[in-house]
């Protein structure tokens, strides 16, 4: 199993107020905005093959600093470990500073040395950059590491932060051409970036070339990922593909894998009817196939259930 280092990066970015970078002290209420992002290293070999951000928390938070003091503290579970940053300002009445005290902190139960920074300043709204990085702590394998930034707001752009593919891998398998040249075309491919945001980057890749049709190569490629999933695309003659992404133990938010393969069957050009699904049942494996109505795309979506839990998202649509 590969191991993996999860870095926990807290942005509490800027006191802002408005359409400005100021703090609004008129009324004794701080604002701040704060991002937390938690970004995951999968490791192989001892070297990482990939980096993922697996969610992102962002909220703009009040501190109220009528009483002299105000302190913001927010806790986040991901994997079972508990994550914590915790944000105070203080000022007293006799004195023109402010106090600014920060904290990360991570661990099962919270009870690890916390890192801690303080500084004064006079004006909040030219607070500098500042980073508490928390001490390493072992974590299923691998390392993960906490850090807290607080600060004037910066041009982070989310969606810098989202999951990319990172597709650094070589496909096993016969005829190396077609492994490539399939490789590039679905590196990208909106389901396994998707998976990628889930469960990190792939870890392993095959496939292999199954038929032949009008001097056309036929087959199916996989993108293993952890947590035993996996992601296929087949091709069948004359003009069949079939794209899927499976959890062997079940997706854990089935809304959002629901809601995900709609969107990226729409995307694909399908219409899909999400009324009235053909229903096939064999044993514990119930399949809900909802088909797009087009005379001649052939496409369909489908919904694998497992003793009643969701496993398996794909569509399939002419080529």
Known sequence: MLKYILVLGVFAVGCASTNTDKSSTANNVVQISRYITINTCYTGQGKCIGRTVKNIEEANIKLDMQQGTARDIYKLEDE??????????????????????????????L????????????D??????????????????????????????????????????NILLTCQGQDSGWLSEKKEALKNHELIKYASSVFGPATGC?????????????????????????????????????????????????????????EVAKNAGLKIKMNKPEVK????????????????????LFLVYKNSKLTSIGYGMAL
Do not use: C
């Not at 940053?85 to 920060?102: N, P």
């Not at 916390?114 to 006079?122: E, V």
């Not at 069948?236 to 499976?246: A, D, H, K």
């Open 281 to 300: 049942k064999s044993g514990a494996v119930e399949t809900k196939t909802y088909w797009d109505p087009s005379e001649g795309v052939n496409g369909r």
């Open 80 to 109: 079972g470990i508990v994550f914590q940053s915790d944000i105070r300002i203080t000022k007293k009445a006799d004195q023109d500073e402010y106090l600014v005290y920060i904290m990360i902190h991570s661990g099962d139960r």
């Open 124 to 165: 909040l709204s030219k607070m500098p950059i500042t980073r508490v990085l928390d001490k390493p702590i072992k974590f299923k394998g691998g390392t993960l590491q906490a850090e807290l930034v607080v600060g004037p707001r910066m041009a982070i752009h989310i969606a810098n932060h989202r999951s990319q593919p």
């Open 111 to 122: 009870n690890r040395e916390a890192r801690i920074r303080t500084f004064k300043i006079k």
């Open 206 to 262: 095959s496939g292999k070339v199954i038929s032949h049709f009008e001097n056309r190569k036929f087959g199916e490629m996989t993108f293993d990922f952890n947590r035993k999933a996996f992601f296929k695309s087949e091709a069948f003659p004359p003009e069949v593909s079939m794209l899927t992404l499976t959890v062997e133990n079940g997706f854990s938010n089935e809304k959002e894998a629901i809601l995900k393969i709609q």
